[in-house]
C-alpha cells in the first residue's frame, strides 16, 4: 500500500512566479491536510481538505495561496506570485474518512520549495 | 485555544541508556496528542498517540509515552537509545472542543544518540 506520495520534492522558483505542488493521499483515505514548515520551526496548518471541498483553510493565507482536491486526481496547492518568504517545506498528510478527530495523519516525504 | 510546547532544543543521550523528549499541552477539551519523528530531509513519521484509555501508550521502534493529565504532559520514551533514534521529534495536539482537525505542532526536539 503505497504511502502519501508528493510531487515534485523540490521546486525552484523566481520571485513572481507559480508554484504548484501536488499530493496523492494514501489509497482508502479521502482527507487531505497541508502543512507548512518554516526553517527552525514545526509544522504550521495550512488547509484541510475533502473531495472537492475545502473544510478549514483557516491556516491559509489570505492572498496569492489556493487549494483544491478535485474528485479525480491529485490535491493541488498552488502560490501564485511566490516571494521568497514563500521557501519553505510543505508538507501534505492524508487521514481515512472516519472519526477525523481521532485519525491519524499520515505525511508525505514533503515538496521543498526553494524561491530565488 | 490550544497549544504544544517541547521545553528543549535538543537532547543528548548515550547510546545504551534511556530517553525521555518532553511534551506538554493546553487545550479546552479532551487531548488527543501525537508524536511523530523526522529524519532528514524526510516526511513526518507516525510513533504513537493517546486517544484515551491506558495512559502508557507503546507505539513504532520501541517507543513509548505516558499521558499525565494532571501535569498536562505527553513525554516520549524508550528504555534504551539506538544511534539510529537520532531525529527530530515532534509533538502534536488536537482537542476535542476544537471544531478544527489541524494538528498544532510542538517546535520540535532534536535528539541525538551518540555511541
Known amino acids: 500500500n503505497a504511502g502519501v506520495m508528493q510531487n515534485p520534492r523540490h521546486l525552484v522558483r523566481r520571485r513572481g512566479q507559480e508554484a504548484r505542488l501536488r499530493c496523492s493521499p494514501m489509497?482508502?483515505?479521502?482527507?487531505v491536510y497541508w502543512y507548512r514548515q518554516l526553517p527552525e520551526e514545526g509544522l504550521k496548518f495550512m488547509v484541510y481538505?475533502?473531495?472537492?471541498?475545502?473544510?478549514?483553510e483557516s491556516g491559509m493565507p489570505k492572498e496569492r495561496f489556493s487549494a483544491e482536491f478535485p474528485k479525480e486526481g491529485p490535491s493541488i496547492l498552488r502560490i501564485q506570485q511566490v516571494v521568497r518568504g514563500d521557501s519553505a517545506a510543505y508538507f501534505c498528510?492524508?487521514?481515512?474518512?472516519?472519526?477525523?478527530?481521532?485519525?491519524?495523519?499520515?505525511f508525505g516525504p514533503g515538496t521543498r520549495l526553494l524561491v530565488l | 485555544a490550544q497549544s504544544v510546547a517541547q521545553p528543549e532544543d535538543q537532547v543528548n543521550v548515550a547510546e545504551g541508556n534511556p530517553l525521555t523528549v518532553k511534551c506538554t499541552y493546553s487545550?479546552?477539551?479532551?487531548?488527543?496528542l501525537f508524536w511523530y519523528v523526522q529524519y532528514p530531509n524526510r516526511g513526518l513519521q507516525f510513533l504513537l498517540k493517546?486517544?484515551?484509555?491506558?495512559?502508557l501508550v507503546k507505539g513504532s521502534y520501541g517507543f513509548e509515552a505516558e499521558f499525565n493529565k494532571s501535569q498536562t504532559s505527553f513525554h516520549l520514551k524508550k528504555p534504551s537509545a539506538l544511534v539510529s533514534d537520532s531525529a527530530l521529534y515532534f509533538c502534536?495536539?488536537?482537542?476535542?472542543?476544537?471544531?478544527?482537525?489541524?494538528?498544532?505542532f510542538g517546535k520540535g526536539t532534536s535528539l541525538l544518540v551518540t555511541p
Open positions: 498528510a492524508s487521514s481515512p474518512p472516519e472519526a477525523a478527530y481521532q485519525e491519524t495523519q499520515y
Open positions: 502534536a495536539v488536537r482537542d476535542e472542543s476544537n471544531s478544527g482537525y489541524a494538528l498544532n
Open positions: 489509497k482508502g483515505h479521502s482527507h
Open positions: 481538505l475533502q473531495k472537492e471541498n475545502i473544510i478549514d
Open positions: 493517546y486517544i484515551t484509555g491506558d495512559n
Open positions: 487545550v479546552s477539551g479532551n487531548p488527543y
